[in-house]
Nanobody, 121 residues
Framework: QVQLVESGGGLVQAGGSLRLSCAAS????????MAWYRQGPGKQRELVAD???????NYTDSVKGRFTISRDNAKNTVSLQMSSLKPEDTAVYFC???????????????WGQGTQVTVSS
């Protein structure tokens, strides 16, 4: 079993910055990819950004140039640096990971519990 624990959410004014972090622990052989999703009020969950083990990144259009995803493979952590925040970025942000476990050898997807980000205008 794998656990993902997020931290760093909170309340910030428009134009401000926040940094989210997520740490994975448990039965991990390797982490194939990590990602941040978000779900705003009355909206579906959407992919914000993801990053592979070789640091290839992908961002949804609305955050390009404002958010940066990074990971530390040695520590099994992923971070999301968010700048120039807008009220429409308000959402619960979830960390996700595709993990290869050793015993048994298999790939599985795991989710964190979510952290609230609120951007005031």
């Amino acid at each position: 079993q794998v656990q993902l624990v997020e931290s760093g959410g909170g309340l910030v004014q428009a134009g401000g910055s926040l940094r989210l972090s997520c740490a994975a622990s448990g039965s991990i052989f390797s982490i194939i990819s990590m990602a941040w999703y978000r779900q705003g009020p009355g909206k579906q969950r959407e992919l914000v950004a993801d990053i592979t083990s070789s640091d290839n990144t992908n961002y949804t259009d609305s955050v390009k140039g404002r958010f940066t995803i990074s990971r530390d493979n040695a520590k099994n952590t992923v971070s999301l640096q968010m700048s120039s925040l807008k009220p429409e970025d308000t959402a619960v942000y979830f960390c996700a990971a595709r993990v290869l476990s050793a015993i048994p050898l298999r790939e599985s997807d795991y989710w964190g519990q979510g952290t609230q980000v609120t951007v005031s205008s």
